[in-house]
């Protein structure tokens, strides 16, 4: 099972500020970056966030990363229905000889 | 433009060794900083990361995996090969490969992030 816990849905309307957090511990989160991956249904999942807040190219500044002791969170301002699909953060955990663990993903609907 | 590509759907048999081959332009696996992983995806399941092959040829795999787990690379011919052996039917699952990049000012194998994603590749394991 995954290390890094995430709620399994938010939903949102148009416009609106969603937001998913991404819950680890000191051996992950805590003592590496966080990225995360947008995944469309069907799809491979695209990265969004790199190095806990930012955005490769192309990805639009209504993404925004943030990290504070074991947490993550991936905000989505100004909603938009192509945004729905489901999200995962991930990081590199230091335990159990390394690994890199993803979190338990998040659906985003908008309604 | 970076890009990197799996083989059609696949179907093994029970306690068969699964082979994909991973193909890739774009970069060289021969540059420091640079790095290829495999990461799965069994049906309505999460992301599950496999291993990862850096540019100096080392190598880190899924620790519950390790056993049965082998990553290679042809860096003349462009490709990264996963060989998992005594494949299950939980082992079904859509396998991706990814490009991995080291941030900049960074040292060690935790300072790499995946950027660029093939499509992926269904591997059915069935009798």
């Given at each position: ?45 695209k990265l ?64 | ?9 696949t179907l ?116």
């Amino acid at each position: 099972q995954s290390v890094l816990t995430q709620p399994p849905s938010a939903s949102g309307t148009p416009g609106q500020r969603v937001t998913i957090s991404c819950s680890g511990s000191s051996s992950n989160i805590g003592s590496n970056t966080v990225n995360w991956f947008q995944q469309l249904p069907g799809t491979a999942p695209k990265l969004l966030i790199y190095n806990n807040s930012q955005r490769p190219s192309g990805v639009p500044d209504r993404f925004s990363g943030s990290k504070s002791g074991t947490s993550a969170s991936l905000a989505i301002s100004g909603l938009q229905s192509e945004d729905e699909a489901d999200y995962y953060c991930a990081a590199w955990d230091d335990s159990l000889n390394a690994l890199y663990v993803f979190g338990t993903g998040t659906k985003v609907t908008v309604l | 433009q970076i890009t990197l590509e799996e083989p059609g759907p696949t179907l093994v048999k029970p306690t068969q060794t699964l082979t994909l081959t991973c193909t890739f332009s774009g970069f060289s696996l021969s540059t420091s900083g640079e790095g290829v992983g495999w990461i799965r995806q069994s049906p309505g399941e999460a992301l599950e990361w496999l291993g990862i092959i850096y540019w100096d040829d080392d190598k880190r795999y899924r620790p519950s995996l390790k056993s049965r787990l082998t990553i290679t690379t042809d860096t003349s011919k462009n490709l990264v090969v996963l060989m998992m052996t005594n494949m299950d039917p939980v082992d079904t699952a859509t396998y991706y490969c990814a490009h991995s990049r080291r941030l900049p000012r960074c040292n060690g194998g935790n300072c790499y992030y995946f950027d660029f994603w093939g499509r992926g590749t269904l591997v059915t394991v069935s009798s």
